[in-house]
Structure formats: structure tokens, C-alpha cells
């Protein structure tokens, strides 16, 4: 049985080109090609110095091409797939070494011919479309400089088929999709047992990253985010250079994952800098596991997520009314005026893929602060369509003690009878509690992808095995 874990096994991309022409459905009346072209190496400003180079994802969906420069044509009509590599001057062999001879790259890549840029106009020429279907963020001038017809391209119709054929995964994607989850959680397993009060954060991104790459993934899927403390109340924090601090309340909030062959994971875990949960630490990340088990015990194909985001929002309501933080209130009345807001600001999950936010995903964000509009928290939604087998997805409920939001809601007036200061003092030390896992949807419900432990026994006892 042939593994894509290799970093050498040609991928079936094929595959994918063929789901996007049936989701595209071009007219048959009309000869049509699909144009894209990859990313280009950027450089450091005002510098030679190379920055980091990841290819964008819809290229690498269409071709399985990593590097950079390349471009592909694909005739609707035969469905053959041109591969166009760059030119590489001679002096630049001479800094990074030859390119692939076009039978390498026919060996590496599920293409059907390969040709140089130069004679990208013959061959525009000689297919003669009618329609030219590229991205609305595809770089087209070499289309321009093979003199096309700027009406004939159509920016439209590509994107919502490239994206609805990316919603859903091949068994080889998610063999990959598998193994950057598992690796991943391997690396959050290495941070809890090495991490000690009064370390640097960016020890621990050091070790996360080190333990990615020796597995195979040298990149990472996002910047990785340590944030200790304080600083576990804030979303996406990443400047991972603060020592964390020593006290009994003290969590360190991971949310970081690899990617194996451009395909990522999502993945994060709260654990205490000590090695033991206080009391009320131990409260309020049990309360998140308690909802994000709730959701992954309903998720199966035909489960709308607008209802799982909503089913958070009422656990927690209830939760924090429960331990007195949110008083003067039903769990519905907490819900229709928005409240909730103050301590969980964020959507439950996304889609993920070739981008940490998949399509499915890139609405992802902080819901607003708006109490004269207290339904928009039911307003943001990742996935707008039922589930279905083969999504994978992240389930990410969290809850926070952010002194800017608390600020922001108890100060209004109407909505100041709902907090318990005094009860939100107790707490706000604790920082901020986030629990996510990446998962399959499957026939009958779901496959969780992610291993990392997340109960607080099995995170204490991990824990304490560390050095």
C-alpha cells in the first residue's frame, strides 16, 4: 500500500483537479483552461537575505508543487495538466544549486507535460480558449506578456470550486492530515513535561518547533503561540518572549501545529507551570473540556456547526453562573444580552487543510464587541452547510480572563448587574483556558486526529513524569 507520509511519493493531485472541474462544471461550448501560478521567493527589505518560503495552498492543491516559481495550465477540454517550472539563470545554479530535468519532475509531480516559459505563449496559442478560469489572487502577468485577451479570463468561478472541493478530504490527505496531528501532539506532550516556572516561553517554541522537524515537519502551520500567564487571556499571542511566571494559578496556553507536505494540524492544550492545577484553574479548564466533549460527542455528517457554537455559548452561560462569576441572570437572558461575550470572544472551530483556517475557515476572528447588537454572537459562522464525512474541522472552546474585554462590558451600564467583581478577581489570575483538537467527520461520527492528553489527571501525570 503506497504511504504519501514519504517526502518523495508523488501525490494524486489529479485527483483534485478533476473534483474542481466537476464542481466548475465549464461549458462544453467553450474551450477552457485553468491558469495559476505559484508563489515567488521574497527577500528581506532593502536585503538579499531570503525569507521563509511556503508555496500558496491552492497551487499545491492543483499540483503538489512546494517550491517556488512554478506555474500550471490545465486544458478542461483534455485535461491535461502543463507544469511550467522557472527559468533559472545560470549564476543562480551557481548559489542554489540546478532545478529538476523535466523527467524528474514528471516523476515527482501528477502533471502531464512539461514545458519552460518561453514557450508558454505557443502553447496558450495553440489551445485557443475561449475562457481563462484563474483566482481573483492569481498573479496573471504572464498571461499579459503572452498578449491574452484580459476578457477572456474569468476570476469568479474558479475560487468557489477550488474551495468546495477542498471542504472535504482524500484518504491520502488525511494520511497526512494524520500525521502532522499526531506529531504535533507528540511536541505538546514534550512541553509539558519540560516546562518550569520562570523558563522563557520561547524555550518552549524552540522545543515544539525541534520536536516538529525531527519528525519530517520542518514548518510550521502557524506561528506558534506560548503564552503564559496574563497572556493566555489574549487569542493569537506570539511574541513568545516572557518568562513564565511562577505562582499556583500560572497555566501556559499552547496552541501550535506542524504540517507534513503543506497539509497542517491545529492543536492546542492548557497546562499549569507548576505541574498541578489549582483550584480554580482546575474550575474553569474543566468547565472547557466539559463543552468541547459535549460538541465532540454530537458531531456526525449532517450536524449543522451554528448549533455547536451555540450549544458552547449555553454551557458556558450556565457554567459561569453556576460558580458565581455571572449573576442576575438566566442562562438566556446571559445569552440574548451578549455577556457571555466578556469571557469567550472567539468562533468553536474552523476548517483545516493546506491552511490552518481552510476554506470553510478564514472567518474565523474575534466576535465583536457590540452591546446594542447582542445576537451577533450567533451571527459568525465557520461552516455555513451541514457537516460531511471526510471535513476534518477543530473543535475550540475556550474562556478567558481578558482585562481589556472585562473592562469593556462591565463598564456599560445595563449589562453591570450581570458580573461578580469580586468572584472575577478570584478568577483572573487563572488567564485563559483554550482545549483544541482537530477531527474527522466520519459515517457516524468522528475520528479525533489529535492524542495529546487533555484530562486534568493525564496532564498532571504527564506532567509529572517530565524531567
Not at 540546478?98 to 519552460?116: C, E, F, G, H, R
Not at 507528540?186 to 518550569?196: E, G
Request: with cysteine.
Amino acid at each position: 500500500m503506497t504511504s504519501y507520509l514519504s517526502l518523495t511519493e508523488r501525490l494524486p493531485t489529479k485527483q483534485h483537479y478533476l473534483k474542481v472541474k466537476k464542481l466548475l462544471n465549464p461549458d462544453k461550448k467553450q474551450r477552457g483552461i485553468i491558469y495559476h501560478r505559484g508563489s515567488d521567493i521574497q527577500l528581506r527589505d532593502d536585503t538579499d537575505v531570503e525569507l521563509g518560503f511556503r508555496n500558496e495552498s491552492n497551487f499545491v492543491y492543483l499540483t503538489g508543487v512546494e517550491d517556488a516559481g512554478f506555474h500550471v495550465v490545465i486544458d478542461l477540454e483534455t485535461d491535461l495538466i502543463y507544469l511550467i517550472p522557472p527559468t533559472i539563470p545560470d549564476e543562480e545554479v551557481l548559489w542554489n544549486g540546478p532545478p529538476d530535468s523535466p523527467v524528474a519532475l514528471l516523476q515527482k509531480y501528477d502533471v502531464d507535460s512539461i514545458i519552460t516559459e518561453a514557450d508558454l505563449r505557443n502553447l496558450l496559442t495553440q489551445l485557443n480558449s475561449q475562457v481563462i478560469h484563474c483566482l481573483d489572487t492569481t498573479d496573471i502577468t504572464a498571461l499579459h506578456e503572452a498578449g491574452v485577451d484580459c476578457n477572456l479570463i474569468n476570476f469568479t468561478a474558479l475560487k468557489g470550486a477550488i474551495h468546495e472541493a477542498r471542504l472535504t478530504k482524500f484518504p491520502w490527505e488525511l494520511e497526512l492530515i494524520r500525521y502532522a496531528c499526531h506529531i504535533s501532539s507528540h511536541a505538546h506532550i514534550a512541553l509539558m513535561q519540560h516546562t518550569k516556572p520562570r523558563q522563557r516561553e520561547w524555550e518552549l517554541e524552540a522545543r515544539f518547533r525541534w520536536e516538529c522537524a525531527k519528525n519530517g515537519m520542518q514548518i510550521q502551520c502557524y506561528l506558534p503561540i506560548i503564552a503564559s500567564g496574563p497572556r493566555a487571556a489574549t487569542l493569537h499571542y506570539t511574541k513568545n518572549n516572557q518568562v513564565i511566571p511562577p505562582g499556583p494559578h500560572s497555566l501556559v496556553l499552547v496552541d501550535a501545529g506542524g504540517e507534513r507536505r503543506c497539509y497542517g494540524s491545529d492543536v492546542t492544550r492548557t497546562f499549569p507551570a507548576s505541574g498541578t492545577f489549582s483550584q480554580e484553574a482546575r474550575t474553569i479548564y474543566e468547565i472547557v473540556l466539559k463543552v468541547q466533549e459535549a460538541i465532540l460527542e454530537r458531531l456526525k455528517p449532517g450536524v449543522f456547526w451554528p448549533d455547536m457554537h451555540r450549544l458552547a455559548v449555553r454551557i458556558l452561560a450556565h457554567e459561569l453562573l453556576r460558580i458565581g462569576i455571572l449573576v442576575n441572570g438566566t442562562v438566556s437572558e446571559l445569552i440574548e444580552t451578549g455577556v457571555i461575550r466578556a469571557f469567550y470572544f472567539h468562533g468553536t472551530g474552523h476548517s483545516v487543510g493546506l491552511d490552518v483556517h481552510d476554506v470553510g475557515g478564514q472567518d474565523v476572528g474575534v466576535l465583536a464587541y457590540n452591546p446594542t447588537n447582542s445576537n451577533s454572537i450567533n451571527e459568525q459562522y465557520i461552516l455555513r452547510k451541514p457537516l460531511e464525512k471526510d471535513m476534518v474541522i477543530t473543535v475550540e472552546p475556550g474562556l478567558y480572563f481578558n482585562k481589556t474585554s472585562l473592562a469593556m462590558w462591565t463598564s456599560v451600564p445595563s449589562l453591570s448587574k450581570y458580573f461578580n467583581i469580586e468572584r472575577i478577581e478570584q478568577y483572573l489570575p487563572v488567564g485563559g483556558v483554550r482545549i483544541e483538537d482537530t477531527v474527522l467527520i466520519t459515517e457516524i461520527g468522528i475520528d479525533n486526529l489529535t492524542i495529546a492528553p487533555k484530562t486534568v489527571k493525564d496532564i498532571e501525570a504527564v506532567m509529572a513524569m517530565g524531567s
